[in-house]
């Protein structure tokens, strides 16, 4: 098992422009997130989903999409890159759906370095 | 709301003892307890539910008083491995069953 790859593992953006973080899992897992980590500071929920099709909101959720076509796969899409959005991306995936997810371990993929000038 | 960790930051020396504490202001659901160590992504350590179970590595214990809302990690004769910085999540009834991280503790081990 590859466990949860993301790809690219650094990008540079111009401000405005879009992108789309790639993110996929092998281990059959309902739940996935998107989180972001800034110097310095813990882990922010931007997206999750519980299964294909269903997707909903974190904490920070403004300047990103999300989709959840397949169990596999989970994409954010940044729509017009700010240096606000300079930080580390982090997703993740655990085997429980909503109620389950917080009782199961996250597993988390390498991240995305990210720096919009 | 994000829970609270201490402390920011501390220095062993190989073999001392650490405690690393989370609390929160409402009441949990669960803890969970995660090490990242530097430009790398977190690792899994430790699960305590509301009620007394837990699920997590042998070698790292922690305890989960629901009454206080506090979590505490206890890393016993530290290794140099150990190093890296330590978050914990918490799941609260206001938070939809996700996860809010801390700040972080980090935690340095001198040979």
């Known amino acids: 098992n590859a466990g949860v790859t993301q790809t690219p593992k650094f990008q540079v953006l111009k401000t405005g422009q879009s992108m789309t973080l790639q993110c996929a899992q092998d281990m059959n897992h309902e739940y996935m997130s998107w989180y972001r980590q800034d110097p310095g500071m813990g882990l922010r929920l931007i997206h999750y989903s519980v299964g294909a099709g269903i997707t909903d909101q974190g904490e920070v959720p403004n300047g990103y999409n999300v989709s959840r076509s397949t169990t596999e796969d989970f994409p954010l899409r940044l729509l017009s890159a700010a240096p606000s959005q300079t930080s580390v991306y982090f997703c993740?995936?655990?085997?429980?759906?909503?109620?389950?997810?917080?009782?199961?371990?996250?597993?988390f993929g390498p991240g995305t370095r990210l720096t919009v000038l | 709301q994000q829970p609270v960790q201490s402390p920011q930051a501390v220095i062993l020396r190989e073999g001392e003892d650490a405690v690393i504490n989370c609390s929160s202001s409402k009441a949990l659901y669960s803890v969970h307890w995660y090490r990242q160590k530097h430009g790398e992504a977190p690792v899994f350590l430790m699960i305590l539910l509301k009620g007394g179970e837990q699920k997590g590595h042998e070698k790292i214990s922690a305890s989960f008083n629901e009454k206080k809302q506090q979590s505490s990690l206890y890393l016993t004769a530290s290794q140099l491995s150990y190093s890296g910085t330590y978050f914990c999540g918490t799941v609260d009834m206001d938070s939809n069953y996700q996860l809010i991280w801390g700040a972080g503790t980090k935690l340095i081990i001198k040979p």
């Open positions: 993740a995936s655990s085997y429980g759906g909503l109620a389950g997810g917080h009782t199961d371990t996250q597993y």
